[in-house]
């Protein structure tokens, strides 16, 4: 594969993973502070499958690309925007495991308290605050992959 066509899926992955993970923060955010227990249901359940269909995949198709690319284009891997690059990619990746993992346990949650014609237990709002708060450094970290990627400046 040439390395318009690597960096083209490069850009769409990029895209869906920024998009989703924007995408489902608002929706879920919304949900959550509607304590509209129907519409946390829905919300959450389609924030799971967003992150299996869309997040996922792109996750795995980032680096791989990005590897490729940067040997095509001959970037020395201690190069510092690339090192950086890479270690912001894995604390967003630190940040969206346990994210999933509270997604689907606040679904979970929600769904069985919706089946049982209760309110929402106070781990469900527990896990939104977690869910809440790793989600920011995931978001200023992808920010950050964004500007080192464009811009590659010269840091060490």
């Known amino acids: 594969m040439d390395y ?9 992955s990029a895209t869906l993973l920024f998009g989703t993970g924007l995408g489902t923060a608002f929706h879920g955010w919304f949900a959550h502070t509607s304590r509209n227990l129907n519409a946390i249901v829905v919300v959450s359940r ?39 690059s890479l270690v912001l990619y ?3 990746g630190g940040c969206w495991l ?10 979970q949650l929600a769904r069985g308290a919706l089946e049982i ?16 708060i790793l989600g920011w450094p995931a978001f ?5 992959i964004f500007y080192l990627m464009i811009f590659k400046p010269d840091l060490f």
């Not at 318009?4 to 769409?12: D, G, P, T």
């Not at 967003?50 to 995949?57: I, K, M, V």
């Not at 346990?98 to 679904?107: E, S």
């Open 4 to 12: 318009l066509w690597l960096k083209y899926i490069h850009i769409i």
């Open 46 to 84: 389609n924030v799971v499958w967003a992150d299996w269909l869309f997040t996922a995949p792109a996750v795995i198709v980032q680096p791989l690309t990005g590897v490729a690319m940067a040997l095509m284009a001959g970037f020395p891997f201690t190069s510092g925007w690339l090192i950086l």
């Open 90 to 92: 894995v604390i967003v």
């Open 98 to 107: 346990p994210v999933v993992w509270l997604q689907i346990r606040m679904h």
């Open 117 to 132: 014609n209760r309110p929402l237990p106070d781990l469900y709002f527990r896990y939104s605050r977690y869910w809440f």
């Open 140 to 144: 200023l970290g992808v920010l950050g």
